[in-house]
């Protein structure tokens, strides 16, 4: 049986740490860029919604980026492990560190969500989306969602999905290809049992992806199910669960100077194991 590792639940944000981390060129978070005062500072008054349109009517219509870059020197990948789940553990265990001593990673879990659509003309068309990463073990990396929402019509219908884990301060990538499945049922009713409890009435109240007229709609919504509950526990809708992707492919990425970062790929064996190498920056 493989091991599953479960991913600690995550503390809010740090409002302290947050505002003034400074990253890995040693530039504060805060500090003016180009663009004027960093957004947060501005939100935190109240007239900030009229200046931020303002500004964004006047100076980001087309702006100009070229100039911003970073010089990757936080770390190398040298010599990695013959397996990608080693070396994923030790990510993501600096992924969490990094979160508690700068705070400038705040989700280490949060990950990119890549799916195939089918446009309006049959065409393939790529999705993303951001969702937590709950566990993981060798046979894939568990999400939890709707069901019915676009991303499950879209698994259901093509069955392949890419994940990224972007750990900017670190500069980081991991990239992961793979088959997805729906997690059992006994999992997922264990996993929804375990999240809040209004987390737990909006899975019956929102209709994921599909539209609605209005927030008070929502909060209706929400409040008729919390009605209908009350007293009692939640049990686990049925349009909402997990998914494992099983990983075909793996990239990890390591931000070097001079743009010559370190790539390397994982595939899998006929035997269970994995054989990897080195990709051109
Ligand atoms: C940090 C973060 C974490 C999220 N985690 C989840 C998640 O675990 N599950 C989920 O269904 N949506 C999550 N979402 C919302 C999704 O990004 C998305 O809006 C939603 O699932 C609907 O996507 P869809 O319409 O493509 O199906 C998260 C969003 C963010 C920004």
Not at 100 to 127: K, N, Y
Not at 152 to 179: D, F, T, Y
Request: glycine share 6%.
């Amino acid at each position: 049986m493989p091991r599953m590792t479960p991913l600690s639940p995550l503390s809010d944000p740090r409002g302290d740490q947050a505002s003034s981390p400074a990253d890995a060129s040693g530039r504060a978070s805060d500090e003016p860029t180009r663009w004027g005062a960093p957004a947060h500072t501005a939100a935190a008054r109240p007239d900030a919604c009229d200046e931020l349109a303002a500004q964004t009517t006047k100076d980001t219509m087309s702006p100009d980026l070229s100039s911003e870059r970073m010089t990757y020197i936080v770390g190398q990948l040298e010599d990695p492990p013959g397996d990608p789940f080693t070396l994923l553990e030790a990510w993501m265990r600096d992924a969490f560190a990094r979160r508690d001593s700068h705070g400038d990673l705040p989700e280490p879990t949060a990950m990119v969500l890549s799916t195939v659509a089918v446009g309006a003309d049959g065409e393939p068309v790529p999705r993303s989306r951001t969702v937590l990463l709950k566990s993981w073990d060798a046979d894939g990396f568990v999400f939890y969602t709707n069901r019915e929402s676009a991303k499950g019509r879209e698994l259901a219908r093509h069955g392949s999905a890419a994940l990224l884990l972007p750990w900017s301060p670190l500069q980081r990538q991991v990239r992961i290809e793979g088959r997805v499945e729906l997690l059992d049922d006994a999992t997922s009713d264990q996993y929804f049992a375990s999240r809040p409890r209004g987390s737990q009435l909006g899975a019956w109240a929102s209709r994921q992806s599909w539209p609605i007229a209005s927030r008070e709609d929502l909060e209706a919504a929400v409040s008729r199910e919390s009605a209908r509950f009350e007293g009692a526990d939640v049990p686990r809708p049925p349009h909402w669960g997990g998914y494992r992707v099983a990983p075909r492919r793996f990239e990890f990425w390591q931000g070097r100077p001079d743009r010559l970062h370190d790539r390397f790929a994982y595939e899998p064996n006929a035997d269970g194991t994995w054989r990897t190498h080195r990709l051109q920056p």
